[in-house]
């Protein structure tokens, strides 16, 4: 090597010895003693850079280049030194040929950012990018006789921007709501067909059964023929099966299979991946994704991630393709329970119809007839069934109402109309029951520029149903009833000063059978359609409601008509229904009946079989108060009524009757509640309570007898079933205030008979030579003697059979176990579950040798057994008869054990200390 060489190449790295060591003189470029000194320049500069530099001098486009470029050429190194860049990058040179020639004709400078070419330097037609600079390199007389090559490598950058491009594409893509499953497989492969240089083909099999179906695959006819329709999870073709169970798969040799050109230049696609998609339930995929792979790039641990985030992806569109099919099944089911149950309303409430009419025409016919007068006491009785019959008609209409309007059935039956003298007349059909509630009625309707086309009737309703819910919740101040109109339409705003509305209610306020929660109101009843019946039928007029309101400062609802709404051409003739202004009428007498003194005034009691009786009533309905007040004090007891849980606290407060007999859904303080206070107070702990209601079932009356109330009655009940009940409340109330023992000490707790063991003839320790005698209530209560013990007990009663006993049994089974300081929810359990058992032994015990029935309460070994005895055979009821929750909420709260004898039956309930 020449001094001059050496000196040259020196700094040159790896690729600077090689070309220090290389003949020169055998290149074109000849010995390194004759370079020009511009081509020694040009070589310092490539070899000192440490950015890729590649230098083509003279007319054969000699190579000279650095170590960084020797990288990017890969298996062409070092050959590439000293050779025609022609022959070396033979397979771009269409590409790069244009560029060199251009910069070398013009002597500027050019940059290309992303330049794919094919190289060869892996052994495969590689795609490949670069970003490449060529300028010119000049010799000593300023001669363009060279190209200057700056480049790097982006295939990396391209390639990934590419894939997750792809990857973008599907997510948008399978994100869009599909008609099905198969609709979004359809859509992910058409996205992945837009992306061949990546993903060749495609095809997405899914799970069904022991199989998987090809749901969807790229658009190529070659791809479906070669491809399987329907794959099992034993074939082994396409590694389909392996990915089914969880593991990717790889398959080559596909032109034995597939002939499909792929990748920028066309090659054979060669391998292809079978992937698993995954799902929840780990080790059992959704389904398949087979991909194949580009002839163009190598299969490195990149390119399987992105496959295997493709498989991810195509999952999870598949995922929440099945998830929003299975809610659309879901809705449609709804919707047809809707339009099922829509249907129903409908078709019962014209159902309803016939039977009130027969109802109310006569009780009508009754109350005009002037040759049979009613008397005082029958009239009241006939004029209370008739507005509660009116009633009921307005609850029938408006849910016929309703249900039209949400099956799209309802129509307006358009007519010109005096709006605003129409509205001043329904308004002032409450003007009487406003002021008799302290409350002034202001009516500002003055009259519209012109008639206006309007159902006259489904106006009424929306009017009578806005005033009656501002006189329900005003307790103070006024409403107010404005109509105006302006250039674009008619507005009617009922405004009131009443407790208003907070905020989170009020996106609710409007929603079907929506009721606030826990606020004042004058009375508890409605259905909770009122103000959606409202929102749809201004709507079915071609208008809108909207409410404003504050909590503490009143509410106003405003109603906005368009004049294109109400100019539309009469679709009614003839003269107005007769009946407009009825409903209004109606919805007035009941708001009526909630301004009713509850203050309770005292019935004179009479004479009776529990003289001095006081009983107090709770219920917030006037005629449902009136009724039990009538029928209470024709049985000679003293009766108050109050209409809802707060006043009679307040009455109780004052004088402590000797029963309660309360509603449950009231307003302010409901029955559940005030049975929770009276529980609570020391004064009012034994104070008989009996629950009406009209909410039947096992859940509403454990709930509450749970709470300590002693008897729950539930709608519609006979007079003679609530007296009766009444009766046995007072009669076993006042027997335990005139027999009642002293209370135990602590540790001690009273013991009485087994009722097995009496009647396998042993007496016991409790009665022996004593025997009890009966009570007034039919209860006879054994001698009570002391245990040191409190887990030893051992107690019985005695009760007639008949259904009012069960009051009494639960009081005196709630007082022995509440002596034993057992946890408060067992001794609730026991007494419920006990209570249950000694309903059905009056119930289904039939020709009883003895009309009685024997309750035992044993407490042993951390156990406590509670026995029901009856001594009659047992009766099976029809199914019809039975409400089927006896041996249900027995078994909710006790483990239950039944054994029938030839004289009569025994349930035993036991728990757990």
Sequence with gaps: MTRAARELFVDGGGTGRLMAALDWGSTPLGGVDTWSQSLRAAVRIVLSSRYPMLLLWGPRFTQLYNDAYSALIGDKHPGALGDDVRVTLAEGWDVLAPLIEEAMATGVASWVPALQLLLERSGYREEAYFSVSHAPARDDDGRTVGIFTVCSEVTEQVVSQRRMRLLRDLAVRGGDAAPDVDGTCTRLADTISGHPLDVPFAAVYLREGDRLRRAACTDDERVRAALPAVASDDDAVWGIATAAGGSAAETSGLPARLTLPAGPWGDPVVTALALPLPSAEAGQPLGVLVAGVSPSRALDESYRSFYELLAQQVAVAVRNARAYEEERRRAEALAELDRVKTSFFTNVSHEFRTPLTLMLGPLADALDDEEERLSGRQRERVETAQRNATRLLGLVNNLLTFASVEAGRARSDTRRVDLAALTGELASVFRSAVERAGLR????????????????????????????????????????????????????????????????????????????????????????????????????????????????????????????????????????????????????????????????????ALPGDVTGARILVVDDNVDMRGYLVRILSDQGWLVRAVGDGRQALEAIRHETPDLVLTDVMMPQVDGFELVRRLRRDPATGALPVLVLSARAGAEASVEGLALGADDYVVKPFTAAELIARIRAALSGARLRQVTAPAPPSRGAVSSY?????????????????????????????????????????????????????????????????????????????LVTAASEAMNNAVEHAQHPSRPEVRVGLRVDGGRVRVTVRDFGTWRDRRPSMDRGRGATVMNACADVRLVCHADGTTVTLERSV
């Design 441 to 604: 009625l202001e009516v500002n309707c003055p009259p519209l520029p012109r008639p206006v086309t309007i159902d006259p009737v489904n106006w009424e309703r929306i009017v009578t149903n806005l005033l009656s819910n501002a006189l329900k919740y005003t307790f103070v101040g006024r409403i107010t009833v404005e109509l105006h109109a302006d250039e674009t339409g008619v507005r009617l705003t009922v405004a009131d000063t009443g407790i208003g509305i907070s905020d989170a209610e009020l996106p609710r306020l409007f929603d079907r059978f929506h009721r606030v929660p826990g606020v004042r109101s004058r009375s508890h009843e409605g259905t909770g359609i009122g103000l959606a019946l409202v929102r749809e039928l201004a709507r079915l007029e071609g208008g809108d409601v909207r409410v404003h309101s504050r909590a503490g400062s009143g509410t106003a609802f405003t109603l906005t008509l368009p004049w294109t709404a109400l100019d539309r051409p009469a679709t009614a003739t003839g003269p107005a229904d007769g009946t407009v202004g009825a409903e209004a009428r109606g919805a007035a007498r009941e708001a009526a009946g909630w301004l009713a003194d509850s203050a309770g005034t005292p019935v004179p």
């Design 753 to 829: 008979a087994d009722p097995e063991r009496e009647e396998a003839g042993g007496a016991t320790t409790a009665n022996a030579g004593q025997p009890a005698a009966p009570a007034r209530d039919g209860v006879r209560r054994p001698d009570v003697s002391r245990r040191e013990a409190v887990r030893a007990v051992d107690s019985s009663w005695t009760y007639r059979s008949e259904p009012a006993s069960a009051a009494s049994m639960r009081r005196d089974l709630r007082a022995a176990l509440a002596a034993l300081e057992a946890d408060p929810e067992l001794v609730q359990g």
